[in-house]
């Protein structure tokens, strides 16, 4: 999953390319889910906690937590 995060992530917000733009391009379930959990890193943690169902919420907030670790931050410039 870390892999399909990294690769949505930075088509969304290094390349800027949409969501809906990015769907198209998202072959199966597993990507279509790792582009969803990408996209929510847009929206307030406290809307996400009050519609999201409380069974996925964690894995949600485990991987927004990854995204935005100094750690993954810094490998991006690697990858540049």
Known sequence: MKQLLRHWYWQKFVQNRSTAELMG???????????????LLDVDPQ????????GKL?????????????????????DA
């Open 25 to 39: 391009g998202a072959c199966d379930v597993r990507n279509k889910q790792a582009l969803g959990i990408v996209a």
């Open 47 to 54: 809307l996400i906690d009050q519609v999201m169902d409380k």
């Open 58 to 78: 964690p894995f949600v907030q485990s991987c927004h937590t990854y995204l935005r670790s100094s750690e993954f931050q810094r490998s991006l410039g690697r």
